[in-house]
């Protein structure tokens, strides 16, 4: 009977952990301008509905918005350099190249372009918080918060900064 209990008390404490640790994808109805969706150390993701293509280069809403205003206030930099092929910049302190991403790095395809900011790691997977990640079903559209890549994803660069 001691042996049982002490199975289930084990087996509850997995299925708690594991579920701590994961952390799921989920879409959020986009329904009006300047719409609050994800939050992150206090910096909101902002969404509207509309194309990606309408957003891109609006300075509140594509994808560079996010990582330049979490930026600006966890770090009290300028980021820039978020553009097809670039090298993000920083007008103080240093961005460098890390393959351990962590809380508040940031995530960059130059190729795509596309910028987010790491929310949290669980083992391989990387959780992102970022502006621009929609898309329109049955006449809807939707932001997925929570998005899950891999720290190996094709393209992907992660850059910490550091004073």
Known sequence: MKKKAIS???SALLILSFSLLCVAQSDVEITKSMQVVDTLDNVDALYRPGTVADDYGDSTYKCAAYPIKYFKKLYSVSLSGLSENGTPTVTSGKLTVVTDPKKGDLAFWPSTPHSAIVKSVSGDKVILIEQNWKYKS???????????VSK???GLKIYRWSK
Not at 138 to 148: C, V
Request: a positive charge; proline letters at 0%.
């Open 8 to 10: 289930l008390c084990l």
């Open 152 to 154: 190996t994803s094709s």
């Open 138 to 148: 049955g006449g809807k559209w939707y932001a997925t918060i929570d998005r899950q």
